[in-house]
């Protein structure tokens, strides 16, 4: 069996679910499991929504966006009533609180992978395809309490498992990513954009050949196409490369999605909803040698970046120690760091985080906060035994007029890591790239 999973631009409006039929009717003979995200857009909607009810003002955006949806897919007027409802209801309470929890954010984000998944059966089955709509907790994923970022308990996958062996197998399963439901039924989620992470997880579960995350771009990418127009696909890159481009900030996957298949050794394909013929990136332990210094670039914008100077770091065993106590504490997630005998450099996408922490910080140093930063990262297989790349990299961005503030690279790491202004991102990727791709 494989594992498809589609993200909201692959199911944004009929004619893209209508390629999405073609391509899961083409794979039928490999008993495709189904993962879907929310129609594109609508749990932007949602979220606008909750917020909106938190400060008072109701709106209907995004139950308006899905009855549009049905009618462009013909389903029954009253198959999501059921939803709107309870959505409505939801919406309601929230604003008579005026309070949005991340419970609550959990509950009113679920509705889109929910009524996506029963558009697309409806329109599945009524075009000769039988499929049915199914919750992922109908199926075993329980998961912790962890609102926003819930992950399954230890032990779900002999559940899961058990679920899909009852399921009819001449209908396809068409599975909602992204939530969750823990101990107590109360819904959770697994972090935005992580229908990933649900496909790979199920995958993992049932021993699945392959998990296949269909988007809108030709597999992963040697850059962001919308910066570099020249951006090429890989063919094939392995499981570490990809995980450390999908954390520093590549579009094409989320950050979790490859531990559960780099666990259970199953590839991951990516591949283009709109061009199906293409073969895509193939993603798993071990890829053919790329002839190139680097795999791909990669950049995480929107960054904060807190320094640290104090003399009392000097010979003080168990300094950096009590720093990060204090920024654990504070739930500060660390991307980049950097040290000398009195400072410390880090950076981080939690600008509140770093806020709360700094006054804490301040009675054992100076501290600064510098935002609008992006880390930039360039990724490969072999940046370890290529001698002078680093200074190429460097020469080239120099050569840009962009200036490198901050700089990480740990002993055999095959990611170079840079902190550069925001407003630099165009120029940095695409001399970048030009040095790094196009004249290789």
């Not at 490198?404 to 790239?433: C, P, R, W």
């Amino acid at each position: 069996m494989i594992v498809m999973k589609f993200g909201g631009s692959s199911v944004a409006n009929r004619s893209q679910i209508e390629k999405v039929l073609s391509i899961v009717r083409s794979a039928r003979e490999r008993a495709p499991v189904v993962v879907s995200s929310a129609h594109k857009g609508i749990t932007d909607a949602l979220v606008n929504a909750a917020k909106a009810a938190a400060a008072g003002e109701l709106g209907t955006a995004p139950i308006d966006l899905q009855r549009g949806l049905l009618a462009q897919l013909e389903c029954p007027a009253d198959l999501l009533e059921e939803f709107f409802g309870e959505l409505g209801d939801l919406l309601r309470g929230i604003s008579l609180v005026k309070e949005l929890s991340p419970r609550s954010l959990d509950y009113v984000s679920s509705f889109g992978e929910r009524m996506s998944v029963r558009v697309i059966a409806d329109f599945f089955t009524r075009n000769g395809l039988p499929a049915r709509a199914h919750d992922v907790w109908e199926l075993g994923f329980v998961t912790d309490d962890a609102f926003g970022r819930a992950r399954p308990l230890a032990g779900w996958e002999a559940n899961c498992r058990a679920a899909f062996a009852n399921l009819p197998a001449d209908e396809i399963a068409i599975v909602t990513g992204f939530v969750g439901k823990n101990g107590a039924g109360e819904i959770t989620t697994v972090g935005r954009n992580g229908s990933d992470l649900t496909a790979s997880l199920l995958g993992g579960a049932l021993a699945a050949d392959e998990v296949q995350i269909w988007t809108d771009t030709d597999g992963v990418m040697t850059a962001d196409p919308s910066v570099v127009e020249g951006a090429r696909n890989i063919p094939q890159m392995r499981f570490d490369e990809a995980a450390e481009l999908a954390y520093f900030g590549s579009r094409v996957l989320h950050p979790s999605t490859l531990l559960p298949a780099m666990s259970s050794d199953i590839p991951v394909r990516v591949l283009n909803t709109n061009r199906p013929e293409h073969p895509g990136t193939v993603i798993q332990k071990v890829a053919a040698p790329s002839p190139n210094a680097a795999t791909s670039i990669a950049y995480k914008e929107r960054q904060s970046v807190l320094v640290l100077w104090t003399t009392r770091m000097f010979g003080q065993a168990g300094f950096l120690a009590r720093v990060f106590e204090i920024l654990g504490r504070r739930e500060v997630d660390v991307d980049m760091i950097s040290t000398s005998e009195v400072s410390i450099s880090l950076t981080s996408a939690n600008r509140r985080a770093l806020e709360a922490a700094q006054q804490e910080l301040e009675t054992i140093g100076k501290v600064e906060l510098h935002h609008g930063k992006t880390i930039l990262a360039v990724v490969g297989q072999h940046l370890p035994a290529r001698p002078g790349i680093g200074a190429q990299v460097l020469a080239a961005v120099a050569g840009a007029g962009v200036n490198v503030e901050m700089i990480s690279y740990g002993m055999g790491s095959i990611n170079f890591t840079m902190l550069i202004d925001d407003a630099d991102i165009g120029q940095a990727v695409k001399v970048l790239h030009e040095m790094l791709f196009t004249t290789a």
